[in-house]
């Protein structure tokens, strides 16, 4: 952060001024910092889901926190006995979204060992 810069033969008034201005700078960054620390586990989804080419990603997210509340309900150990059955499941649905996901050109080679339609 940057003084302000002040005459040499400030008034107290001045200084007061400048050092409100200081003090708000700094909240400001106080502020901007906390936000980026609390926004930073919604970017890493928004980035996960880039890197996964999914069309509807907020849906599949909908969709997803919808299913753990409805399975979790209201006691935590019916969620995490669910979570330990399905953890294996993971790699699949992955796999599965990203086929869903990804869209075909229209100018794709077809795969090997078909002849072209």
């Given at each position: 952060?940057?003084?302000?810069?002040?005459?040499e033969h400030?008034?107290?008034q001045q200084m007061r001024k400048a050092l409100v201005r200081m003090r708000l700078e700094l909240h400001r960054q106080e502020l901007h910092y906390e936000?980026?620390?609390?926004?930073q586990p919604l970017q890493q989804v928004r980035a996960w889901q880039q890197q996964m080419n999914l069309r509807h990603a907020p849906l599949w997210g909908l969709a997803g926190v919808t299913l753990?509340?409805?399975f979790g309900g209201r006691?935590?150990?019916g969620l995490r006995r669910w979570l330990?059955?399905?953890?294996?499941y993971v790699p699949l649905l992955v796999s599965a979204l990203r086929l869903l996901g990804t869209p075909q050109p229209r100018g794709a080679a077809p795969?090997?060992?078909q002849p072209p339609p």
């Amino acid at each position: 952060m940057i003084p302000p810069r002040l005459p040499e033969h400030a008034t107290p008034q001045q200084m007061r001024k400048a050092l409100v201005r200081m003090r708000l700078e700094l909240h400001r960054q106080e502020l901007h910092y906390e936000t980026l620390r609390l926004t930073q586990p919604l970017q890493q989804v928004r980035a996960w889901q880039q890197q996964m080419n999914l069309r509807h990603a907020p849906l599949w997210g909908l969709a997803g926190v919808t299913l753990l509340g409805f399975f979790g309900g209201r006691n935590i150990g019916g969620l995490r006995r669910w979570l330990r059955q399905a953890g294996p499941y993971v790699p699949l649905l992955v796999s599965a979204l990203r086929l869903l996901g990804t869209p075909q050109p229209r100018g794709a080679a077809p795969p090997p060992g078909q002849p072209p339609p």
